[in-house]
């Protein structure tokens, strides 16, 4: 009785401080939290200035699949790439529905203007930098530390792929339905949350399967978290209940991506001259531990390629040091544990013979996967210092953020425009022609001939890149130099005979040097070997023979393409109608020519390419000209 009595007193004063101080640490959280996202945002915020690069050229500036509502089905039933060619070069194996619709809405409310593009990618890398907050504390990490983590997450340089270019903050928005799933399921696992809650966040794991493949390996990952974190005796057993419950998803998305392409994984197209996945294993391991822990090379491409024979040695070594990071983090559970199952979302990226070779690595790769890395460093590094004082630990932690944030900042300005990434790439990776090739692009482009010849040279010289032929062959045309344009187009016309880039070029250079009928039998031969493309490049035939005053001709042949004008999605062939009404006026043709308009008008709408939007002006101007 007297034990009871005294125990009761103790309870008491225990409670009562708590339930005090509850506020203070409320406040002191949400601070910490808004302190986190502001420092992020500030360090990001010149981002914001940046152009559309790389892919975003592709995937939203010429991209009638997200610009134009007929389209949408087939955008988001397809191949992210299949709407851009023909069914024979719809090869990316990419199905990505979630990421597509994002893109499609993104389009409608920003149109062609970055600034909201690039909002919505750092809003994506806040709120994944929010999560991984939140889960640290869900963890039993103290404040303090899992503040750090957030922070050195959220500033590390591998992240600037992911924020500053758009079509890569696909990683950032997996990581947010990868980590919103996280949440629920451990709540769920602990009691916090009712059996209804389960579908939503079974949805946010079937979101993140729709922006990227590497969601596969989810089920996984969340049934080591709930059998790691949870501190109950049916650990295991609730492990294999979320294990279970995500893999259920993860089939019906195999199922519907076999209807969709065809087949359930990406293919590994890149097998020549390769020793296979054992074979890249170390160098590959090695490069993403060197970019998490020491990011000094920075670059949106580097200098690795594939192996050709298998180091016995490396390999063991790789094998045993990840099983003996397993065993250990198995041992302490909670936040280790939860890091290893993290990192194993890089697995993926281990399968190198997806990855054409000169593009074997990449820093967004590391997103979620980084924050593995650091659940396992940080909370012992944490730690360690702060046994030697608080103040040594923080001194520690700010100087290393600092380091980060400089590199992050310093790196994400060769992701403002093309010329400047492209030129970076050379500087990181200086063997890979491809690099080269459009280097040499954007300063012909830029005015900077010299340079360009440069480096369209280094890039043939290095891997006969066609792109680099087209580019050296738009110079050569420039400077008046048909012959040495018309070879460069034929050699690469001699190996790609369905290159339409090729085509079209060399009947500009026909062109350009007088020869129109040289020209326009060149187009007849680019409509035999890129059949999909009919439409367009009958509209550039069109072109020459009006350019030729062979108008009659000319819309003869834009009347043929009509059927294959509505269908074909590019831009040259919603600007055959445009040319098919301007020379039906010409020819006192007025009504084809008021119904030719008017169909162009409705089909340029929205549509973002700036030759679409220059002749959409004039058709409605003549269209109110017209009798």
């Given at each position: 009785?007297?034990r009871r009595?005294?125990?009761?007193?103790?309870?008491e004063k225990?409670?009562?401080p708590?339930?005090?101080r509850?506020?203070?640490t409320?406040?002191?959280?949400?601070?910490a939290?808004?302190?986190?996202?502001l420092?992020v945002g500030v360090?990001?915020l010149?981002?914001?200035?940046?152009?559309?690069?790389?892919d975003d050229?592709?995937?939203i500036v010429?991209?009638?699949?997200?610009?134009r509502?007929e389209l949408?089905?087939?955008a988001?039933?397809?191949?992210?790439?299949a709407?851009l060619?023909?069914p024979?070069?719809?090869w990316?194996?990419?199905?990505r529905?979630?990421?597509?619709?994002?893109?499609i809405?993104?389009?409608a409310l920003?149109?062609?203007q970055?600034?909201g593009?690039h909002?919505?990618?750092?809003?994506?890398?806040?709120?994944?930098?929010?999560?991984?907050?939140?889960?640290?504390?869900?963890?039993?990490?103290?404040?303090?530390?899992?503040?750090l983590?957030a922070?050195?997450?959220?500033?590390?340089?591998?992240?600037?792929?992911s924020?500053?270019?758009?079509?890569?903050s696909?990683?950032?928005l997996?990581?947010v339905?990868?980590?919103?799933?996280?949440?629920?399921?451990l709540?769920?696992?602990?009691?916090?949350?009712?059996?209804r809650?389960?579908l939503?966040?079974?949805?946010?794991?079937?979101?993140?399967?729709?922006?990227?493949e590497?969601a596969?390996v989810?089920p996984?990952?969340?049934?080591?978290?709930?059998?790691g974190?949870?501190?109950?005796?049916l650990?295991?057993?609730?492990?294999?209940?979320v294990?279970?419950?995500?893999?259920a998803v993860a089939?019906a998305?195999?199922?519907l991506?076999w209807?969709?392409?065809?087949?359930?994984?990406?293919?590994?197209?890149?097998?020549?001259?390769?020793?296979?996945?054992?074979?890249?294993?170390?160098?590959?391991l090695?490069?993403?531990?060197?970019?998490?822990?020491?990011?000094?090379?920075?670059?949106?491409?580097?200098?690795?390629?594939?192996?050709?024979t298998?180091?016995?040695?490396?390999v063991l070594?790789?094998?045993?040091?990840?099983?003996?990071?397993?065993v250990w983090?198995?041992?302490?559970r909670?936040a280790a544990l939860?890091?290893?199952?993290?990192?194993?979302?890089l697995?993926?990226?281990?399968?190198?013979?997806?990855?054409?070779?000169?593009?074997?690595v990449?820093?967004r790769?590391l997103y979620?996967?980084?924050a593995?890395?650091?659940?396992?460093?940080?909370?012992?590094?944490?730690?360690?210092l702060?046994?030697?004082?608080?103040?040594l630990?923080?001194?520690?932690?700010?100087c290393l953020?600092l380091?980060?944030?400089?590199?992050?900042?310093?790196y994400?300005?060769?992701?403002?425009?093309?010329?400047s990434l492209?030129?970076r790439?050379v500087?990181?990776d200086?063997?890979s022609g491809?690099?080269w090739?459009?280097?040499?692009?954007?300063l012909?482009?830029a005015?900077?001939r010299?340079?360009?010849?440069?480096a369209?040279?280094?890039?043939?010289a290095?891997?006969?890149?066609?792109?680099?032929?087209?580019?050296?062959?738009q110079?050569a045309?420039?400077e008046s130099?048909w012959?040495d344009?018309e070879?460069?187009?034929?050699?690469?016309?001699?190996?790609?005979p369905g290159?339409?880039?090729?085509w079209?070029?060399?009947a500009l250079?026909?062109q350009s040097a007088g020869?129109?009928?040289?020209a326009?039998q060149?187009?007849?031969?680019?409509r035999?070997?890129?059949?999909?493309?009919?439409?367009?490049?009958?509209?550039?035939l069109a072109?020459?023979l009006?350019?030729?005053?062979?108008?009659q001709e000319?819309l003869d042949?834009?009347r043929?393409?009509?059927?294959?004008a509505?269908?074909e999605?590019?831009?040259?062939?919603v600007?055959?109608?445009y040319?098919?009404?301007?020379?039906?006026?010409?020819?006192g043709?007025?009504?084809?020519?008021?119904?030719?308009?008017?169909?162009f008008?409705?089909?340029a709408a929205?549509r973002?390419e700036?030759?679409?939007?220059?002749?959409?002006?004039a058709?409605?101007e003549?269209?109110?000209?017209?009798?």
């Amino acid at each position: 009785m007297s034990r009871r009595r005294s125990r009761r007193p103790a309870r008491e004063k225990s409670a009562q401080p708590a339930s005090e101080r509850a506020p203070a640490t409320l406040r002191a959280g949400r601070r910490a939290e808004l302190w986190l996202l502001l420092l992020v945002g500030v360090l990001f915020l010149p981002t914001l200035s940046g152009e559309f690069v790389y892919d975003d050229l592709t995937l939203i500036v010429k991209n009638p699949a997200i610009q134009r509502s007929e389209l949408y089905g087939q955008a988001l039933g397809g191949d992210l790439f299949a709407v851009l060619a023909g069914p024979e070069d719809s090869w990316s194996d990419y199905w990505r529905p979630t990421f597509v619709l994002w893109l499609i809405l993104g389009y409608a409310l920003f149109g062609l203007q970055t600034v909201g593009w690039h909002a919505c990618a750092l809003l994506f890398h806040l709120l994944a930098c929010w999560l991984l907050y939140r889960l640290c504390l869900r963890l039993a990490i103290p404040r303090e530390p899992s503040w750090l983590l957030a922070m050195i997450f959220a500033v590390h340089p591998v992240h600037v792929e992911s924020v500053a270019w758009i079509s890569g903050s696909v990683d950032a928005l997996l990581a947010v339905f990868l980590l919103t799933c996280l949440h629920g399921l451990l709540r769920l696992a602990r009691g916090e949350l009712s059996g209804r809650w389960w579908l939503p966040c079974l949805a946010a794991y079937a979101l993140a399967l729709g922006c990227k493949e590497i969601a596969l390996v989810f089920p996984l990952v969340a049934g080591l978290v709930v059998a790691g974190a949870d501190p109950g005796e049916l650990r295991i057993r609730k492990g294999l209940q979320v294990l279970l419950a995500c893999l259920a998803v993860a089939c019906a998305y195999w199922l519907l991506r076999w209807a969709v392409l065809g087949s359930f994984l990406p293919e590994a197209r890149w097998q020549d001259g390769r020793g296979g996945l054992l074979a890249d294993l170390p160098q590959v391991l090695w490069f993403y531990l060197r970019q998490a822990l020491l990011p000094i090379w920075l670059g949106p491409s580097y200098p690795l390629r594939p192996a050709a024979t298998i180091d016995v040695i490396g390999v063991l070594l790789c094998l045993a040091g990840l099983a003996g990071l397993l065993v250990w983090s198995w041992k302490r559970r909670a936040a280790a544990l939860v890091g290893v199952a993290l990192c194993s979302l890089l697995l993926p990226a281990f399968n190198t013979a997806g990855f054409y070779p000169e593009r074997m690595v990449h820093d967004r790769y590391l997103y979620l996967p980084l924050a593995g890395m650091l659940l396992c460093i940080v909370p012992p590094l944490w730690r360690f210092l702060s046994a030697r004082g608080r103040g040594l630990a923080w001194a520690t932690m700010a100087c290393l953020c600092l380091a980060l944030a400089v590199q992050t900042g310093t790196y994400s300005r060769a992701w403002q425009d093309n010329l400047s990434l492209w030129l970076r790439a050379v500087e990181s990776d200086p063997s890979s022609g491809i690099n080269w090739s459009k280097a040499g692009r954007y300063l012909l482009a830029a005015g900077r001939r010299e340079e360009a010849r440069r480096a369209l040279d280094t890039a043939i010289a290095l891997g006969r890149v066609s792109d680099a032929y087209i580019a050296r062959a738009q110079l050569a045309i420039d400077e008046s130099r048909w012959q040495d344009a018309e070879a460069d187009l034929r050699a690469v016309l001699q190996q790609f005979p369905g290159k339409l880039a090729a085509w079209e070029r060399l009947a500009l250079c026909y062109q350009s040097a007088g020869r129109s009928d040289d020209a326009a039998q060149a187009l007849r031969q680019a409509r035999e070997a890129v059949p999909h493309r009919r439409a367009s490049l009958t509209t550039n035939l069109a072109s020459v023979l009006y350019a030729a005053g062979r108008k009659q001709e000319a819309l003869d042949e834009l009347r043929a393409v009509e059927s294959a004008a509505r269908s074909e999605p590019t831009a040259g062939a919603v600007l055959a109608r445009y040319w098919q009404g301007v020379i039906a006026a010409e020819l006192g043709e007025r009504e084809e020519a008021r119904q030719a308009l008017s169909d162009f008008i409705v089909r340029a709408a929205g549509r973002g390419e700036g030759r679409v939007r220059a002749a959409l002006q004039a058709a409605k101007e003549q269209l109110q000209e017209l009798p």
